[in-house]
């Protein structure tokens, strides 16, 4: 165990590493208010005390004016849809439309609240037993964010006609509104993340953690980022170590003459000097507790095991024209393999939470590819099924695990699309839906203000049919992070424009979700 020191001895060696010793002291001590809030706003002790956010990001802005959608049955609201969208998608008669037919839409069950019937896309049905999305909705266990987007302040058609309100910095710009889903942020460029934020906050409460409570399975993202907790990169068969690195923690055997063997004794000497230099210190046994961290959860995870079938499992059948995979080598050509695989490993890690100390958690899911300047019918086609059979089987090894009221995914994406075709696709707009899925989540309703779709509606600009959101991305995150466990009092904290949209209460600004 390393010595610990004095803080007359911090401050002195930070000057002598020409670091700012007054910037160092005022982040420890920020760092130590934090821990303290958050230990004393979890419940200590309490196992059962397990919360969980899981982002489901589609990056490249998905068109998911065609994921929910008026139903047919509504109507003038899906009369209105098909003229915006250009008609009826037709290989041959109309291959510019981008409007799904009537006898396609699965109508979603109704409920009081709805203005009119809401329809999905059609490839949102169940798959082999297991609810799709539309079933998940029917039986309350998802829900819809219609027109959700960034947003510095409320806006109308006319306060965007004339100028006077305030719009989101690089308002059309992929890695722009990227950044601003995941701070909320919207006139500014950060580099930290509101979930990094409320983690800086609640780690705390995990006691004894041994990996951050933040998981990744795409990288390094600005999501969970924060300015002392940081995301901890996984892939969908768990941690590993330096390359060419052979610790004996998870190699009990190490050779002596091997490239493996000679890098790894390097690295072993280098970590077990005694530094005198605060930083090189430092370095060391953060180095040294990495380490440690990532043979601690390769063990774990590797133990860990579901029943579920996902896609890429021997044995999971997928639809037609995809072949079964035959094991875990030849996983056949079914294009949910990557992203099922990932979800498997979300669940794998959560199953043993309580080996790593952790009551809270969240991870980080990027499907990317929804940029669809061309071919949007056939690759939301292709798409959606992934995501609907991927989190049919969440949802199923979720019940698995008994976990599904302590567990709350949501989907986040750069922006919908335009409601016209360009000739052969959409474009890059603003306002869309989003879902939220979980067993906390007062599903089974669209929350927000589904847009009229006609060009001159009064949430509708520009000729190419962008919409103006209605519910800013800060109250969307304002309910997940209350219910993950940021106190009202902290909610600034991690989103600090929140007062612009919402005063912080007791309940959410949309009902969203239950305590």
């Given at each position: 165990?390393?010595?610990?020191?004095?803080?007359?001895?911090?401050?002195?060696?930070?000057?002598?590493?020409?670091?700012?010793?007054?910037?160092?002291?005022?982040?420890?001590?920020?760092?130590?208010?934090?821990?303290?809030?958050?230990?004393?706003?979890?419940?200590?002790?309490?196992?059962?005390?397990?919360?969980?956010?899981?982002?489901?990001?589609?990056?490249?802005?998905?068109?998911?004016?065609?994921?929910?959608?008026?139903?047919?049955?509504?109507?003038?609201?899906?009369?209105?849809?098909?003229?915006?969208?250009?008609?009826?998608?037709?290989?041959?008669?109309?291959?510019?439309?981008?409007?799904?037919?009537?006898?396609?839409?699965?109508?979603?069950?109704?409920?009081?609240?709805?203005?009119?019937?809401?329809?999905?896309?059609?490839?949102?049905?169940?798959?082999?037993?297991?609810?799709?999305?539309?079933?998940?909705?029917?039986?309350?266990?998802?829900?819809?964010?219609?027109?959700?987007?960034?947003?510095?302040?409320?806006?109308?058609?006319?306060?965007?006609?004339?100028?006077?309100?305030?719009?989101?910095?690089?308002?059309?710009?992929?890695?722009?509104?990227?950044?601003?889903?995941?701070?909320?942020?919207?006139?500014?460029?950060?580099?930290?993340?509101?979930?990094?934020?409320?983690?800086?906050?609640?780690?705390?409460?995990?006691?004894?953690?041994?990996?951050?409570?933040n998981i990744s399975l795409a990288g390094n993202n600005t999501w969970q980022t924060g300015r002392a907790?940081?995301?901890?990169?996984?892939?969908?068969?768990?941690?590993?170590?330096?390359?060419?690195?052979?610790?004996?923690?998870?190699?009990?055997?190490?050779?002596?003459?091997?490239?493996?063997?000679?890098?790894?004794?390097?690295?072993?000497?280098?970590?077990?000097?005694?530094?005198?230099?605060?930083?090189?210190?430092?370095?060391?046994?953060?180095?040294?507790?990495?380490?440690?961290?990532?043979?601690?959860?390769?063990?774990?995870?590797?133990?860990?095991?579901?029943?579920?079938?996902?896609?890429?499992?021997?044995?999971?059948?997928?639809?037609?024209?995809?072949?079964?995979?035959?094991?875990?080598?030849?996983?056949?050509?079914?294009?949910?393999?990557?992203?099922?695989?990932?979800?498997?490993?979300?669940?794998?890690?959560?199953?043993?939470?309580?080996?790593?100390?952790?009551?809270?958690?969240?991870?980080?899911?990027?499907?990317?590819?929804?940029?669809?300047?061309?071919?949007?019918?056939?690759?939301?086609?292709?798409?959606?099924?992934?995501?609907?059979?991927?989190?049919?089987?969440?949802?199923?090894?979720?019940?698995?695990?008994?976990?599904?009221?302590?567990?709350?995914?949501?989907?986040?994406?750069?922006?919908?699309?335009?409601?016209?075709?360009?000739?052969?696709?959409?474009?890059?707009?603003?306002?869309?839906?989003?879902?939220?899925?979980?067993?906390?989540?007062?599903?089974?309703?669209?929350?927000?203000?589904?847009?009229?779709?006609?060009?001159?509606?009064?949430?509708?600009?520009?000729?190419?049919?962008?919409?103006?959101?209605?519910?800013?991305?800060?109250?969307?995150?304002?309910?997940?992070?209350?219910?993950?466990?940021?106190?009202?009092?902290?909610?600034?904290?991690?989103?600090?424009?929140?007062?612009?949209?919402?005063?912080?209460?007791?309940?959410?600004?949309?009902?969203?979700?239950?305590?």
């Amino acid at each position: 165990m390393s010595r610990s020191f004095s803080r007359r001895e911090f401050i002195g060696q930070a000057s002598c590493a020409a670091v700012g010793s007054l910037g160092l002291l005022s982040t420890l001590l920020n760092l130590r208010m934090a821990n303290s809030a958050a230990a004393q706003g979890l419940p200590s002790g309490d196992p059962n005390d397990y919360r969980a956010l899981v982002c489901l990001f589609f990056a490249g802005g998905m068109d998911s004016y065609n994921l929910l959608l008026p139903a047919p049955a509504s109507g003038a609201p899906y009369n209105t849809y098909v003229t915006t969208r250009g008609g009826i998608y037709d290989a041959v008669a109309n291959s510019d439309g981008l409007a799904l037919p009537s006898s396609s839409v699965l109508r979603l069950a109704a409920h009081a609240s709805d203005p009119f019937g809401y329809g999905v896309h059609p490839r949102c049905a169940d798959h082999a037993g297991s609810s799709g999305m539309a079933s998940l909705y029917g039986q309350g266990s998802l829900a819809f964010v219609a027109n959700v987007g960034t947003l510095a302040e409320r806006i109308t058609k006319t306060t965007y006609n004339n100028s006077t309100a305030r719009r989101p910095r690089g308002l059309y710009s992929h890695s722009d509104q990227v950044q601003q889903w995941h701070t909320s942020a919207a006139t500014e460029a950060r580099t930290i993340g509101w979930a990094g934020l409320a983690a800086d906050l609640l780690h705390a409460g995990n006691q004894d953690a041994r990996v951050s409570m933040n998981i990744s399975l795409a990288g390094n993202n600005t999501w969970q980022t924060g300015r002392a907790v940081f995301n901890y990169n996984i892939s969908s068969t768990g941690s590993s170590l330096p390359s060419d690195y052979a610790s004996p923690l998870a190699t009990p055997v190490v050779g002596t003459t091997s490239r493996s063997a000679i890098r790894t004794a390097a690295i072993d000497n280098q970590l077990q000097q005694e530094y005198q230099n605060l930083l090189d210190r430092t370095f060391a046994q953060n180095f040294r507790d990495s380490i440690d961290a990532s043979a601690a959860f390769k063990d774990a995870f590797d133990a860990s095991t579901l029943a579920t079938l996902f896609p890429g499992d021997p044995g999971y059948v997928p639809p037609a024209p995809y072949t079964a995979p035959v094991s875990t080598s030849s996983r056949g050509n079914d294009p949910a393999v990557s992203l099922g695989q990932q979800f498997k490993a979300v669940l794998r890690t959560i199953k043993v939470r309580q080996d790593l100390g952790l009551r809270r958690q969240t991870f980080f899911l990027n499907y990317g590819g929804w940029d669809h300047h061309d071919e949007v019918i056939a690759s939301m086609d292709r798409m959606v099924d992934v995501v609907n059979r991927c989190l049919a089987a969440y949802w199923q090894g979720l019940g698995e695990l008994g976990l599904r009221e302590k567990v709350t995914l949501y989907s986040a994406s750069d922006f919908a699309r335009t409601l016209t075709s360009n000739g052969a696709g959409s474009d890059h707009a603003w306002g869309g839906n989003a879902f939220v899925l979980g067993g906390a989540v007062n599903g089974g309703r669209v929350y927000g203000s589904y847009p009229d779709l006609a060009l001159n509606g009064p949430a509708v600009v520009t000729s190419r049919g962008v919409t103006l959101p209605a519910v800013s991305v800060d109250e969307y995150f304002a309910e997940l992070a209350l219910w993950l466990g940021v106190s009202p009092g902290q909610l600034d904290s991690v989103l600090p424009r929140i007062r612009n949209f919402y005063t912080p209460g007791a309940t959410g600004p949309l009902g969203l979700m239950r305590a």
